[in-house]
């Protein structure tokens, strides 16, 4: 229960600061374009990170849940599960949601970790770019 908290309140920080930030190197008026393409690059990467947090966040919290409103079956000891889907109608209706939302909230994580990958880059060079509006001055 504690780490859920942690990491409740890191997701929050990190958003926040990632947040303003962006707002300042980005919107803010007063802000050159050399800072602007100094910065570009961690903000891309802090905010990948704070993408995978957050999902880890939902995921501990939904975990959490499950074992609060004791989401599982019970077996004697003398009987070995080698087939847990024949039990999967003893487990409660919400639990099993829950389970779902899990499951989606995973798949969601691994189909945008793979929209994000840069299948053309194999190499970084320094001067290519990610964005064509860092090129407006």
Known sequence: MASCR?????????????????FWHFFFPGSRMETRRAYYP????????????????????????????????????????????????LIPVGCRYSNGLGMLVFLTVVTTSYALMDMRATVVRKTARRSSFLDME
């Not at 942690?6 to 962006?22: E, R």
């Open 6 to 22: 942690c990491s409740q309140i890191a997701t929050v920080t990190l958003y926040s600061f990632q947040y303003l930030a962006g």
């Open 42 to 89: 961690m903000h891309v990467v802090v905010g990948i990170f704070t993408y995978f947090v957050a999902n880890f966040t939902i995921l501990t919290g939904v975990a959490e849940k499950n074992y609060e409103n004791e989401c599982w079956y019970t077996m004697n000891w003398y009987t070995k599960d080698y087939n847990p889907a024949e039990h999967y109608d």
